[in-house]
Each structure stands twice: as C-alpha cells, then as structure tokens.
C-alpha cells in the first residue's frame, strides 16, 4: 500500500524548507512585488518539470536494471532525510540573500539545473515512495506532475509571504526546525517499519 501520508510528508518539508528557489523567491517577491517575481516562478516549475523527468527516468532505469539497488538506494534515501532532518534543525534563522539577482523566466528555469536539492528530492521520492510500487509510464508522468507542483509551490509561498514568511522563521526558527527536523526522522525511520 502506498504510504501517502509519509510520501506527503516529505515531499512538503523538502519543498517548503529554505534553499535556493524558496530564498530567492522570497527575495525577488520582498524587492519587485508578488506580480512582477512570477515569471521567475513560472521559470523554477519549468525547470522542475525538467529535472524531475530526468531524474525519474534515471532512477526507474537503475531501479528496473538493477533490483539489488533497492536497498542501497533506501539507505541512501533514509540517510539523505536524517541529514536534511539534521540540516534543519542546525539552520539559523539568517534568511538573507543577494537582493541583486534577476527575476526572470530563465533564470529561474536555470537555476534547477544547478540545485541539487531537487535533484535529491526526487531521486530520493522516486526510489523511496514511487518506483516499489508503480512502474507504468502514465503512473510516473502522474508522480512527475504532483512532486513537481509540490516542489515548486514552496517558491510561490516564499513568494507570496515574501518578508513576512521571513520575520516568521526568524521568530520561532528553533520551533520550526524541530518540528521539521523530527518529521523528516519519522519519514527515515518509518521507511523500515514495514
């Protein structure tokens, strides 16, 4: 049975954590106004879409070419989420970043590119959540579409929220790491539960 809840989880912490999309939307939303950083929004989807193929092209072939993968790939993926869970819980509340960068279509779409955060994130959702379960090409177009509208809404949030969203981590930092990293723990360990 597919764990949703855990699956949603993730996919949600991974997403809306700070990194470069969320920062740099954030950014652009707080300096030009919500309206004029959509275009570097609508840039990061595109590009998610991209990498989120790829990756799931790449991990079902590894995954259907190699079937001893499987656990390497779950320890890697449950060893990914104890590192990021660790990585959140570290995180400082400073949420600054160059106010100088371009808010455009393509340098939004760039950015994925160079991110390896999404790279993980659907690497690790794909080989974790997805590929045990689902192997046909219209199940993973439909898995393609939702981590790549779960993945790159966290930028439209930072977005929308712009500073306010910042003053809020900045607020309660501590709180709020905690309650993600030990989300991020129970997603790793329950990988083992079954």
């Known amino acids: 049975m597919f764990p949703v809840s855990d699956f949603l989880i993730y996919c949600f912490i991974t997403a809306y954590t700070p990194g470069a999309n969320n920062l740099l939307s954030m950014s652009n939303a707080a300096r030009l ?19 989120m193929t790829v990756c799931t092209l790449f991990s079902s072939t590894l995954y259907s070419a190699l079937p001893k993968v499987k656990f390497y790939m779950q ?46 994130y659907a690497i690790t959702a794909m080989s974790l959540y997805i590929l045990p379960l689902y192997h046909s090409v219209v199940a993973l177009i439909v898995f393609v579409l939702i981590l790549t509208i779960i993945g790159a809404s966290g930028s439209y949030v930072w977005a929308l929220f712009g500073s306010a969203f910042c003053r809020f981590f900045t607020k309660h930092t501590k709180g709020v790491n905690l309650v993600m990293a030990l989300l991020l723990v129970y997603c790793a360990v329950s990988l083992y539960l079954d």
């Open 33 to 51: 106004g919500f309206r004029k950083s959509v275009s570097f929004n609508f840039g990061i989807t595109m590009g998610f879409l991209i990498v």
């Open 75 to 120: 320890l890697l993926g449950a060893a990914y989420m104890l590192y990021l869970a660790w990585k959140v819980w570290k995180t400082s509340s400073d949420l600054e970043v160059e106010s100088r960068k371009e808010s455009s279509f393509l340098s939004g779409m760039v950015l994925q590119f160079m991110n390896p955060k999404i790279y993980i």
